[in-house]
């Protein structure tokens, strides 16, 4: 069956422009996480879903940042005024059942932005 | 506060060697722990997980992870190093019942 899947793969933005990355998790799963990897390091939490409901967001690094998953499927991270520090690859993950944490995360390909 | 610990960034051994990457996690409570493997431009892909239930957990593409409370540790091996086993490899916790909080990663290198 079809795994997670992001759109656009790439993304080049220059300082100051808005930016929309977008998620289509496995169907059916409830729970959604976004993630942050800069270059050489392990993935950061951003924000968590479960359906429509955005329980956890203490990772989102500013106000510019905002997630949403309106319908409880597909889901769209947007940056608002890119900065050179937002340069990483952004990773979503979803996962069948909502709160275990024993619970496997399937991870998308993953969107790279980098900001010129 | 639940962290892991990745110690090396980097390991190489030759092909047909032993594969031990280390993983270090602190937690107040059992913790769920899991190691992912990351491909280049590509996602991350479970290899195993553990979830308190054998303390030897097997995974995909010959690859397991012993679950050691005594030493928090739950490192990961391979008898036998294959080139395509490099990659970057991740070891994470489940904080709670919804994030993964992962290490810095080890890249692994295959001597041919």
């Known amino acids: 069956g079809a795994g997670v899947s992001q759109s656009p793969r790439y993304k080049v933005a220059k300082r100051g422009q808005d930016v929309a990355l977008r998620c289509d998790p496995i169907?059916?799963?409830?729970?959604l996480f976004w993630y942050q990897q800069a270059l050489g390091q392990g993935p950061e939490f951003l924000t968590y879903?479960?359906?429509?409901?955005?329980?956890?967001k203490s990772g989102l690094p500013s106000d510019r940042f905002f997630a949403e998953r309106p319908e409880g499927s597909v889901s769209t991270l947007k940056i608002q005024r890119t900065q050179q520090e937002d340069s990483a690859v952004y990773l979503c993950?979803?996962?069948?059942?909502?709160?275990?944490?024993?619970?496997?995360?399937?991870f998308g390909p993953g969107t790279r932005l980098t900001v010129l | 506060a639940q962290s892991v610990t990745q110690l090396g960034s980097h390991v190489s051994v030759s092909e047909g060697a032993l594969v031990l990457l280390r993983c270090n996690y602190s937690s107040s409570v059992p913790p769920y722990l899991f190691w992912y493997v990351q491909y280049p431009n590509q996602g991350l892909q479970l290899l195993l997980k553990y979830t308190s239930a054998a303390t030897l957990v097997k995974g995909i593409n010959g690859f397991e992870a012993e679950f050691k409370k005594s030493e928090t540790s739950f490192h990961l091996t391979k008898p036998s190093a294959h080139m395509s086993d490099a990659a970057e490899y991740f070891c994470?916790?489940?904080?709670?019942?919804?994030?993964?909080?992962f290490g810095q990663g080890t890249r692994l290198t295959i001597n041919p």
């Open positions: 994470a916790v489940s904080k709670g019942a919804q994030k993964l909080v």
């Open positions: 879903f479960q359906n429509e409901a955005q329980l956890d």
């Open positions: 169907s059916g799963h409830v729970s």
């Open positions: 993950a979803s996962s069948l059942t909502p709160g275990q944490g024993a619970d496997t995360q399937y």
